[in-house]
């Protein structure tokens, strides 16, 4: 971190272990409360998300802000309580369309779905596919199936949850048992909820 003024990193966490995460973080904190401005550019909206509060994404037509979770409760997101039981579920699959074709996924091999720009995302593994429906819509239809809203942008599979990552006393993250061990935001609101459908002290 050269004295700089503003600060501008590239992919600081892109490739690195949690222990290198956790330093940058905490070296980011004393950056900010030192009232230094800092950019950082990445590539992955999860950095974005787990590195700052304010977060866009670079368009053909210029910036636009990403969507963050403020910390407040959404009082439409279901509780811990509403996700039931995977033994009464019924038949179902969730249609992705590609070009000229429908893809037709198993809720179970799905690792998460992301909003963007106002639209749900699929992701399996490193791709991703695009749903005709927005995360609230798709949400409720899956809820039967083990998935929960952990972040204001993200519903994961709880079924493809390995970790629980704590980077400071406000700041999660899950860790999700795919090929790319994707991390996705856990919304501190939603931490007792992680922990209460888990059983963890």
């Given amino acids: 971190m050269s004295d700089t003024y503003p600060m501008v990193f590239q992919e600081p966490i892109h490739g690195v272990d949690i222990k290198t995460i956790n330093i940058f973080i905490s070296m980011l904190k004393k950056i900010t409360d030192n009232k230094v401005p800092a950019l950082i550019l990445v590539s992955n909206i999860e950095h974005a998300l787990l590195l700052s509060d304010v977060a866009y994404r670079l368009r053909e037509n210029g910036l636009q802000e990403i969507e963050v979770d403020?910390?407040?409760?959404?009082?439409?997101?279901?509780?811990?309580?509403?996700?039931?039981?995977?033994?009464?579920?019924?038949?179902?699959?969730?249609?992705?369309?590609?070009?000229?074709?429908?893809?037709?996924?198993?809720?179970?091999?799905?690792?998460?779905?992301?909003?963007?720009?106002?639209?749900?995302?699929?992701?399996?593994?490193?791709?991703?596919f695009s749903l005709d429906s927005t995360l609230a819509e798709i949400e409720k239809k899956l809820e039967v199936y083990g998935f929960y809203r952990c972040h204001r942008s993200y519903i994961v599979n709880l079924q493809k949850v390995r970790e629980i990552i704590t980077w400071s006393k406000n700041t999660y993250s899950l860790r999700i048992d795919n090929q790319p061990k994707s991390t996705i935001p856990l919304a501190r609101t939603k931490m007792q909820g992680i922990q209460d459908m888990f059983n963890l002290k």
């Fill in 70 to 128: 403020n910390g407040e409760k959404d009082e439409s997101a279901p509780d811990a309580e509403t996700v039931s039981t995977l033994s009464t579920a019924k038949l179902f699959k969730i249609p992705a369309k590609i070009d000229d074709k429908v893809i037709l996924f198993d809720p179970m091999e799905i690792d998460y779905i992301e909003s963007q720009e106002g639209k749900a995302m699929i992701v399996v593994n490193h791709e991703s």
